[in-house]
């Protein structure tokens, strides 16, 4: 096993195990019946292209080392996405109030969205991982948006690609626009949050009996 496998394992092991404690939560909302404000979760390891890149822009050596893992916060990261806006101060709730991690930082780009466009609500926290030489106090971010500002998001991280963040004038202004657009959709959703939620709570219900038909 190489050195960078070492230094990532116990990152791999907190995805997974955040991954599994926040699906965790998304399943309880639904044993007791109750609209679940997590829609659903992903996470990765940073790929170390990445984690070359963003070491390399913040002045941190390349090297597998505690400076590098303290310092770029989202090598392991978790992604909530919720329905409603509203959703998303229920979740960073439920997750300042666990006593398996420690939240440290956060960053709320929804009141303040980036110059780009982004809005998404970041929680860094330190989370312990067992490991079999001892515990190991990770740091990871969990990103909490709603379904339209991941569809905005995850569109502007492809095109990133393309253009490598020098995007010309009329792409960056119609991204603009886009994420406009995207946080008017949230508030009309919310607006009628109600009537969603109690056609999805009929649907749950009868959809064995719905599937029949
Ligand atoms: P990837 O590929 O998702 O891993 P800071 O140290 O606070 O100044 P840092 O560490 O970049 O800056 O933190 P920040 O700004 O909170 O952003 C961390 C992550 O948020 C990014 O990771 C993205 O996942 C997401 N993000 C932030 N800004 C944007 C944006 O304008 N567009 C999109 N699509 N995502 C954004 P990475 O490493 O950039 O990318």
């Given at each position: 096993m190489g050195q960078w496998d070492v230094f990532l394992s116990p990152y791999k092991q907190a995805v997974d195990e955040l991954k599994v404690k926040l699906k965790g939560m998304r399943s309880q909302f639904g044993i007791v019946n109750a609209n679940s404000p997590i829609e659903f979760v992903t996470g990765r390891v940073k790929p170390l292209a990445s984690i070359y890149d963003k070491s390399l822009l913040k002045g941190i050596?390349?090297?597998?080392?505690d400076k590098l893992g303290s310092e770029l916060q989202d090598i392991a990261g978790v992604r909530i996405m919720c329905q409603f806006v509203d959703d998303i101060s229920t979740v960073t709730q439920l997750i300042r109030q666990r006593d398996d991690m420690k939240v440290i930082e956060e960053k709320d780009?929804?009141?303040?969205?980036?110059?780009?466009g982004y809005r998404s609500h970041h929680m860094i926290i330190e989370y312990p991982v067992e490991t079999v030489q001892g515990r190991k106090i990770v740091v990871a971010e969990i990103q909490i948006r709603t379904l339209a500002m991941n569809f905005w998001a995850s569109i502007e991280h492809s095109l990133n690609y393309k253009y490598k963040g020098e995007f010309p004038d009329e792409i960056k202004d119609r991204l603009q626009n886009a994420a406009e657009a995207a946080f008017r959709l949230d508030e009309e959703m919310s607006q009628i949050r109600s009537e969603i939620q109690e056609a999805q709570a009929y649907f749950n219900e009868y959809k064995d009996d719905l599937a029949i038909l």
């Open positions: 050596p390349f090297e597998p080392s780009y929804i009141t303040n969205s980036k110059p780009s």
